[in-house]
């Protein structure tokens, strides 16, 4: 296992300029801290976790690693953000924001120089990286989302699956046989962010379960792809007359724009709920129903989940947030014959 004075040899400076770097006590040079990033790297380094309980107090800061990606939706990313802060507040945290996309290098810096006492990880994809640098990294951490391989982590997110299946009965129990999902677009999918994808499963997977028909259709953001997303489950045979819209809030609103220049009504002539989202539906025209994703609910959690762990030890596990389901006269009983 490397240490202090392998990291020195490599960056060929000084022990003490390797702790001095490390520790933040006293500048380096931009050349020196580099050469040193570096050689930690390489050598996967890490301060022995006595040395760095001795060395001084905790930082009082957490990191979070929140990716600004190019599909980033970002009113939902920075609620996300603002709620793991506010939530930090609370037990006198101050929180570094991490937004570059490859995150591994700057969550490596952070927790070997000490700048932090734990990480909270958003925006958690299928196959993260950050997840397999959490488990070597052993800080206290935190992921707002799960993972493929939960396997010795702490994670909290609302239950997707759960929530899905929650409108899938709700628009069964209300005498609607043929169902719809519109959903993010492809590329979302694509690089496996987890959270639409175990909607989408727990939606068509309900479906199943009820007996009744699925579709699910991927759209872009833009009005005209919408418009053509819909008219594909509508057109359909046989045509959908339950839509749930997982998406962002301007898909949404396309949607209702789109449903109205067909001359059809909401609920009347179809009964769309809202999967998910953090923005408030209840201002639309007509309001929807909608199943909210609520920052605060995950990431209160999760920031308390890694307090805990600068104390003691907290077991790994999934916490999951059950769905609820808020009501705005946007779901009915199909018309007859439809």
Do not use: W
Request: glycine fraction near 8%; charge should be negative; include cysteine.
């Amino acid at each position: 296992m490397a240490n202090i004075h392998d990291v020195a040899r490599v960056a060929g400076v000084s022990i003490s300029t390797v702790s001095y770097a490390l520790s933040g006590k006293r500048p380096i040079g931009e050349k020196t801290r580099l050469r040193i990033d570096a050689a930690v790297r390489e050598l996967d380094y890490m301060p022995n976790a006595a040395g760095r309980m001795l060395a001084g107090t905790r930082t009082r800061i957490f990191a979070l690693t929140a990716p600004l990606r190019s599909d980033t939706y970002a009113p939902a990313h920075m609620a996300f953000v603002l709620a793991v802060a506010t939530a930090a507040r609370k037990y006198d945290y101050d929180v570094l924001l991490l937004t570059e996309d490859e995150a591994t290098d700057g969550l490596r810096r952070v927790s070997s120089s000490r700048l932090v006492d734990g990480i909270i990880v958003l925006d958690v994809s299928i196959n993260d990286e950050r997840a397999e640098l959490v488990r070597a990294l052993g800080v206290p951490a935190a992921l707002i989302g799960v993972p493929g391989n939960a396997d010795g982590l702490v994670c909290v997110d609302l239950d997707f699956e759960a929530a899905a299946a929650l409108a899938v009965d709700r628009l069964v129990d209300a005498g609607h046989t043929s169902l719809a999902l519109l959903g993010h677009p492809g590329v979302v999918y694509e690089r496996g962010s987890n959270f639409p994808t175990r909607f989408r499963d727990g939606f068509l997977r309900r479906a199943a379960e009820r007996g009744v028909t699925a579709r699910f259709t991927m759209t872009e953001k833009d009005p005209p792809e919408v418009r053509a997303a819909l008219s594909g489950v509508l057109d359909a045979v046989p045509a959908a007359t339950g839509l749930v819209v997982h998406a962002e809030e301007g898909v949404h609103k396309a949607v209702l724009e789109a449903v109205a220049g067909r001359g059809l009504s909401v609920p009347g002539d179809l009964s769309v709920i809202a999967g998910a989202p953090t923005f408030d539906t209840s201002a639309f025209t007509p309001p929807l129903d909608v199943i909210p994703l609520i920052p605060a609910d995950t990431c209160t959690r999760a920031v308390e989940l890694a307090v805990q762990q600068l104390d003691g030890t907290v077991a790994p596990r999934v916490e999951l947030v059950a769905p609820t389901y808020r009501e705005h006269g946007s779901v009915a009983a199909p018309r007859p014959g439809s």
